[in-house]
């Protein structure tokens, strides 16, 4: 969707007002300046492809905050969902890595579980604490693109400890 001048105008307006207020709300919120960050450019992103409802809204700085609202709910859920999934997967490595004492083991015995690429992608978001922003940077590859690698990983991960009762 392409955005006239006038649409154009109200977002960088929008965001020159709203930016700094918006970081505060998200950073009380999430207590991560990274996820903050992230919740405040998701809530711009909405406001682009939402563009005719933010334009019609009386209040548009009460638009964006409850954008941002169900933004960072969203990433809450997603944060307790892959810690969720990644710690139940990981407490059987966390036996193993105290019986090998090494990170290499951990790396020999389950990177073959999953695709190389989605061990290391999962392993760069739960182990090394990188944002979803963070993690798509260092791959060259867009956010809605590593939200969707994530998932993918998860589930494949998911269903091959399933399968194989490793849980």
């Not at 009386?58 to 944060?79: A, C, Y």
């Not at 990644?86 to 579980?113: G, H």
């Not at 791959?139 to 994530?150: D, F, M, T, Y």
């Amino acid at each position: 969707m392409e955005l006239d001048k006038e649409q154009n105008e109200l977002l960088a307006r929008l965001f020159r007002e709203m930016h700094k207020p918006l970081y505060i709300y998200a950073l009380s919120a999430l207590g991560d300046g990274r996820f903050a960050e992230e919740a405040v450019q998701d809530t711009f992103r909405t406001a682009c492809i939402k563009i005719d409802s933010l334009s019609s809204s009386k209040n548009k700085e009460g638009w964006l905050f409850i954008t941002l609202k169900h933004t960072v709910s969203n990433i809450r859920r997603s944060q307790a969902s892959l810690s969720r999934d990644l710690v139940a997967s990981l407490s059987l490595a966390e036996d193993k890595l105290v019986r090998a004492e090494s990170d290499a083991f951990f790396e020999i015995e389950y990177s073959d579980l999953i695709p190389a690429e989605d061990f290391q992608l999962l392993k760069m978001i739960v182990l090394n604490k990188y944002t979803i922003l963070e993690a798509a940077n260092e791959l060259g590859i867009s956010v809605e693109a590593c939200k969707k690698r994530v998932q993918r990983a998860k589930k494949k991960l998911r269903k091959i400890i399933e399968e194989n009762n490793l849980l």
